[in-house]
């Protein structure tokens, strides 16, 4: 993404994967348009190793634990204090962020969303909670993932209002027309990307629920036919 040459991406990530996009906006704002963090482990406070993330780090449990968990629980022992490095750049941040977070985690504190409110620019943070759900929301409620940024009156569109009129006004002003077309699309992409994401899920439910129908018609008529 950073190497490529095309236009802003809106950039996702789950658990560890939120202070990664976190980074990305932070530092690279020419190419991400917006972040969706869902369950992000980004609150140092939140994140201390537990017991037996420290009970792994053992020369003993070393030698027991294959490579795959010994890898994981390293990436969880250095956690906080990386978090601890974003957290003094929260304040940089000039990208929209989305931060979902089901509201039952056991992963991920739920406070994490307060902390958020509490270091991300406001104008810039959506916190949206996700009540009866953990961890895996993006995979048992996708729904509330993909429904609440795709909405045209979604805060991220307002956000973005006053910018694309900046971004489109002042290239024509500099009599760049091709520039403003880039970069009046530039500013929009996480729209247009929410909305095609909405579509596609819409057209997947309904395939879906003709073939609900379509087999409740086929029982119907087998039980007839007894």
Known sequence: LIADDGPPAVVVGHSLGGPLVAWMAIDFPEKVCG??????????????PRWY??????????????????WSNHEIMSLQAELRLLDAHWPALQRPLMAVQ?????????????????????PWLTAVPVFDQGHFVL??????????????????????GWRIAV?????????????????????????????????QIDQINDQHQAR?????????QHLSGL
């Open 102 to 122: 089901g509201m039952d985690d056991a992963l991920v504190d739920p406070k994490t969303l307060d902390y958020l409110k509490s270091r991300v620019p406001a």
């Open 167 to 199: 971004a489109t006004v002042l290239p024509l002003l500099l009599a760049s027309v091709d520039a403003a077309a880039a970069a009046l699309g530039a500013c929009l992409a996480p729209q247009r990307f929410f909305l095609r994401v909405e579509q």
């Open 139 to 160: 995979w048992k409620a996708p729904a509330s993932v993909i429904a609440r940024p795709s909405r045209t009156d979604a805060p991220l569109f307002p956000i973005w």
């Open 53 to 70: 993330n420290r009970l792994a780090d053992t020369r003993l449990a070393r030698w027991l634990l294959p490579d795959a968990l010994l």
């Open 212 to 220: 609900e129908r379509q087999r409740n018609v086929d029982q119907c």
């Open 35 to 48: 972040a969706v963090m869902v369950a992000g482990s980004v609150a140092p406070e939140l994140e201390a």
